[in-house]
Nanobody
Framework: QVQLVESGGGLVQGGGSLRLSCAAS????????MGWYRQAPGKQRELVAR???????TYSDSVKGRFTISRDNAKNTVFLQMNRLEPEDTAVYYC??????????WGQGTQVTVSS
């Protein structure tokens, strides 16, 4: 059974930093891509960043230059370093793992709150 366990959220002042972690287990398949999404109150869930096995990454325009996604392949863990946080970054952040057969697995979500 696939499990994604997230940690690292919290409350931070604007301009501050947080680092999120997501550890995957029980996959039974090779991971090719992992990502982070977020959902703010009253808004749709949106992609924040993705990282592929090759090491290539993609970011949403709103976080480019401030957030960095990285991965420890040996530990099946993905990280999101968030710098220069803004109140608009306040959301629940979800780790995402797509399977080869098209199913998406999600973490439980971790709250990030940025005060102004």
């Amino acid at each position: 059974q696939v499990q994604l366990v997230e940690s690292g959220g919290g409350l931070v002042q604007g301009g501050g930093s947080l680092r999120l972690s997501c550890a995957a287990s029980g996959m039974g398949f090779s991971i090719t891509v992992m990502g982070w999404y977020r959902q703010a109150p009253g808004k749709q869930r949106e992609l924040v960043a993705r990282i592929y096995n090759s090491g290539s990454t993609t970011y949403s325009d709103s976080v480019k230059g401030r957030f960095t996604i990285s991965r420890d392949n040996a530990k099946n863990t993905v990280f999101l370093q968030m710098n220069r946080l803004e109140p608009e970054d306040t959301a629940v952040y979800y780790c995402n793992l797509p399977s080869p057969w098209g199913r998406n697995y999600w973490g439980q979500g971790t709250q990030v709150t940025v005060s102004s």
